[in-house]
C-alpha cells in the first residue's frame, strides 16, 4: 500500500543549469540539506492514505525515523486489516464527545437524567477535559484512585460509574475516535460490586416509625410494606386503580422529576404490574381516604409516546396540596420520623425501600414463589429477585434430608410411615423397640 516518509530537512539537489536531480554512480538522486526547512521543527514526516480517500499525515523529530517508519508500517496493516483509526479523530475531549453520545444512548428522559447527572459530577470533574486518545490504563487507575479517596464514593456506585464510562469509550473505538477502549484492558481491574444481604425491619421498628410519622403520610406504610411500591410509586398512587372486585391494584405510574420538574412516567422498566390487595391494606386506605380526601392532580408525562398530560386523583399529598418530591419528602418527613421515634437512621437500610423489601420477606415467608413475588415487584426478572431475596426464603433443611433419604435409606428402618419424622429419622418410640441392623 502507497506510504512515504518525507524528510522536511533535506531537497534533492539539482544541477543549477538544467534543473535535474544530480544522481551519484548507481543512479540515486543526491540530497543536500534545505536551505529554509534545516533545523526547523520535526524532520520525518510520514504521508498515508486514508480509507476512502484522501491522506494523513504525522511528524516525527530528528534521529526517530526508525519509530517513523514503524508508524508507517502499523497505519498500513491497519488500513488492510480495517482496523485504522485517525490520530487526530481521538484529539476531541471526552466531555464532548460524552454529550453528544448521551443523545443517542437513550430516549428514555429519566435514564438520560441519571447518566448526564453520573457524568457532571463523577467522570467530567477528573476526565471531561481529557482528549480520548489521552485517557490510558495509568489515567483510569488514577481516576478510581480519585472516586475513592476524593469523592467517597461507594464500590457499587463506582461499578455503574465505570459501566457509564466503558459504554463511551466502547461507543468511540466503534467510530474509530481511538483504537481500544482501556477499561477492557487486563492491567486494571475494573471495581466489583460488594453484595450486601438486605436485612428487613422487625416489626416493633415499623410500629415505631409509623406512630413517628405525621398523620397525613401515615399512608406510605400499608403503601410500602403491604403492596411493596416503589416511592414513586407511592407518590403516584390512585384509589381509582384499585379494583374492589378483584382485589387488586393496578401500578400504572410513578412521579418522576425530569428537568427538575414533576411528571407522570410509567413504572421503572416501563412496566405496569397488578398487585394483591389485602383487605386489611383496603381498609387502611379507606380510612385514610375519609379523612385525607384524593386530590386531582395535572402532570405531564414524560413518556415519549404517551399523552402530554393527564390529571390524577391522588391519594397522598403534602400541605400544599401538590405531589411530594422525592429529596423534600426524605427531609422533611421521612427522616424527622426516625429521630421522633429515636431511632439511628441507616443511610443504607433506612430508606424507604425498606418497606418494599419487608413486603418481600412477608410473601416469602407465607410461601409465595419468587415468580410470582417478581411480578408483584415489578422486577425485570425473577432471577434478578432471587439474587435479591434468596436468603429471605424459608429454610428447606427438612425437604432436603427427606430427599436424600430417599436414596441413601436410614440404617435405623421403622415399621411404619408413621414412625419416621418429618427429618426423616426415626421416632425415639419405634427406635427403642427395634433391633439394630447387622
Known amino acids: 500500500m502507497a506510504g512515504h516518509i518525507q524528510d522536511r530537512w533535506m531537497r534533492v539537489k539539482r544541477d543549477p543549469d538544467t534543473g535535474k536531480a544530480v544522481r551519484d554512480e548507481e543512479g540515486k538522486a543526491i540530497k543536500e540539506r534545505h536551505p529554509a526547512m534545516w533545523g526547523k521543527g520535526d524532520r520525518y514526516k510520514v504521508r498515508y492514505p486514508k480509507p476512502g480517500g484522501g491522506e494523513d499525515s504525522k511528524t516525527f523529530p530528528d534521529k526517530q525515523l526508525k519509530k517513523a517508519q514503524a508508524f508507517l508500517t502499523k497505519m498500513q496493516n491497519d488500513i488492510l486489516d480495517g482496523a485504522y483509526v485517525n490520530p487526530q479523530a481521538g484529539k476531541l475531549t471526552l466531555r464532548a464527545y460524552a454529550e453528544n453520545y448521551v443523545k443517542g444512548r437513550s430516549q428514555d428522559p429519566s435514564s438520560q437524567e441519571t447518566l448526564k447527572r453520573q457524568l457532571e459530577n463523577n467522570v467530567y470533574p477528573f476526565l471531561g477535559d481529557k482528549n480520548l486518545d489521552a485517557i490510558k490504563v495509568d489515567v483510569l487507575r488514577d481516576f478510581l484512585a480519585w472516586l475513592t479517596d476524593e469523592r467517597a464514593v461507594s464500590v457499587n456506585y463506582q461499578v455503574q460509574i465505570w459501566k457509564a464510562l466503558s459504554s463511551i469509550l466502547d461507543a ?24 450486601n444481604k438486605i436485612v428487613t425491619w422487625p416489626e416493633v421498628k415499623l410500629n415505631k416509625i409509623s406512630l413517628a410519622l405525621e398523620a397525613r403520610h401515615k399512608i406510605v406504610i400499608p403503601l410500602g410494606a403491604g403492596l411493596g411500591l416503589r416511592q414513586g410509586e407511592i407518590f403516584a398512587f390512585s384509589m381509582d386503580n384499585v379494583d374492589r372486585d378483584q382485589m387488586i391494584y393496578r401500578c400504572s405510574r410513578q412521579i418522576a422529576i425530569i428537568g427538575n420538574k414533576l411528571t407522570f412516567r410509567l413504572p421503572k422498566g416501563h412496566k405496569t404490574r397488578e398487585v394483591p390487595l389485602s383487605q386489611g391494606v383496603l381498609d387502611e386506605l379507606d380510612a385514610y381516604a375519609e379523612n385525607y380526601p384524593p386530590v386531582a392532580i395535572t402532570l405531564p408525562w414524560s413518556e415519549r409516546d404517551s399523552k402530554q398530560t393527564e390529571t390524577v386523583n391522588l391519594l397522598m399529598v403534602n400541605y400544599q396540596g401538590a405531589p411530594d418530591r422525592r429529596q423534600t419528602f426524605n427531609n422533611r418527613v421521612w427522616l424527622p420520623a426516625f429521630k421522633r421515634a429515636r431511632i439511628e437512621h441507616d443511610a443504607d437500610g433506612d430508606g424507604m425501600h425498606a418497606l418494599r423489601h419487608l413486603y418481600a420477606s412477608h410473601l416469602l415467608a407465607q410461601g409465595v414463589s419468587i415468580r410470582e413475588l417478581a411480578d408483584y415487584l415489578g422486577h425485570s426478572s425473577p432471577a434478578f429477585t432471587l439474587r435479591k431475596y434468596a436468603h429471605m426464603m424459608p429454610s428447606s433443611h427438612d425437604r432436603a434430608r427427606l430427599a436424600v433419604n430417599s436414596m441413601f435409606k436410614p440404617r435405623k428402618r421403622a415399621e411404619s410411615t408413621k414412625d419416621v419424622t418429618a427429618a426423616g429419622e426415626i421416632a425415639p418410640e419405634a427406635a427403642e423397640s427395634r433391633p439394630v441392623d447387622g
Do not use: L, Q, T, Y
Open 172 to 195: 468511540a473505538r466503534e467510530e474509530k475516535k481511538i483504537g481500544a477502549n482501556p477499561c477492557h484492558s487486563k492491567a486494571i481491574s475494573a471495581p466489583r460490586p460488594v453484595e
